[in-house]
T-cell receptor, first 111, second 115 residues
């Protein structure tokens, strides 16, 4: 099935560093979502974006809905060990109810 | 309150067998989604229910896969003549009405292994 391109695939960072990841699509989306998934769990919603250009924060997390509506970015500031996990973007194509997920960014934080 | 629950948590079956996976959504949520997540991949959309009806089943990979939600609450994903390639984690999610701004809440998933 279709999946969005997410980069980087994985990253090892030091505690306290900032993290950036992005997601791109070949088609336009009306909604962009960012999720975090821990082992053995389902994804948990972090941030939802509904408008092109929108910039939204949730604590140390900030996400942006790209102007072209074909990409989105997630930044994590001052990372901590519990930020470890897999981060997924998801987009909702226009006129549909389904969500297309990215391939995931695996984040490991070194204390 | 209780979140989305899925049973069983793990299912091991043999190639060619029939399996049923159950999802209990959050009470009062009318929208229900099934996804499949293969190892190292993101969730892949299978089907979306609004109430009792399947509003979008475009993600079901073939006619061996079928899902029902007869009373608009619990849903069952049914897989006939299982194949080794069906091995994956099957995730269920629900949201209040399925609207644009409604948050999807995911269950922990059922890990299906086809031997």
């Amino acid at each position: 099935g279709q999946q969005l391109n997410q980069s980087p695939q994985s990253m090892f960072i030091q505690e306290g560093e900032d993290v950036s990841m992005n997601c791109t699509s070949s088609s336009i989306f009306n909604t962009w979502l960012w999720y975090k998934q821990d082992p053995g769990e389902g994804p948990v919603l972090l941030i939802a974006l509904y408008k092109a250009g929108e910039l939204t924060s949730n604590g140390r997390l900030t996400a942006q809905f790209g102007i072209t509506r074909k990409d989105s970015f997630l930044n994590i500031s001052a990372s901590i060990p519990s930020d470890v996990g897999i981060y997924f973007c998801a987009g909702q194509p226009s006129g549909t109810y389904k969500y297309i997920f990215g391939t995931g960014t695996r984040l490991k934080v070194l204390a | 309150g209780a979140g989305v629950s899925q049973t069983p948590s793990n299912k091991v079956t043999e190639k060619g067998k029939y399996v049923e996976l159950r999802c209990d959504p959050i009470s009062g949520h009318t929208a229900l989604y099934w996804y499949r997540q293969s190892l190292g991949q993101g969730p892949e959309f299978l089907i979306y229910f609004q109430g009792t009806g399947a509003a979008d089943d475009s993600g079901l990979p073939n006619d061996r896969f079928f899902a029902v939600r007869p009373e608009g609450s619990v849903s069952t994903l049914k897989i006939q003549r299982t194949e080794r390639g069906d091995s994956a984690v099957y995730l269920c999610a629900s949201s209040f009405r399925g609207g644009l701004t409604d948050t999807q809440y995911f269950g922990p998933g059922t890990r299906l292994t086809v031997l």
